[in-house]
Nanobody
Framework: QVQLVESGGGLVQAGGSLRLSCAASGIIFRSRNMGWHRQPPGKQRELVAGITSSGFTNYADSVKGRFTLFRDNAKNTLYLQMNDLKPEDTAVYYC?????????WGQGTQVTVSS
């Protein structure tokens, strides 16, 4: 069964960086569309960045130029490099992978950016 485990979140000051990782089991990342979503406190979940099985990426306008999505197929792990973090980036970040007609989500990892 597909399982995703996110890690790398934490508390960081504005302008700092974090790298989130999403380790998968039961699925081969390179064969799936996948990405990161986030849910700020009191708001709905939103797309941060996605990548297709062919390698095309897309980013939310709010993170373009600051976040980079990439994957290590050998490790079956998806990463989100987050630079120049801002307080508005504070959210629970979720890894998602397409699995048939549905999306499998990880449990989320908290990112908190202080002023």
């Amino acid at each position: 069964q597909v399982q995703l485990v996110e890690s790398g979140g934490g508390l960081v000051q504005a302008g700092g960086s974090l790298r989130l990782s999403c380790a998968a089991s039961g699925i081969i990342f390179r064969s799936r569309n996948m990405g990161w979503h986030r849910q700020p406190p009191g708001k709905q979940r939103e797309l941060v960045a996605g990548i297709t099985s062919s390698g095309f990426t897309n980013y939310a306008d709010s993170v373009k130029g600051r976040f980079t999505l990439f994957r290590d197929n050998a490790k079956n792990t998806l990463y989100l490099q987050m630079n120049d973090l801002k307080p508005e980036d504070t959210a629970v970040y979720y890894c998602g992978v397409a699995s048939g007609p549905t999306t499998v989500w990880g449990q989320g990892t908290q990112v908190t950016v202080s002023s």
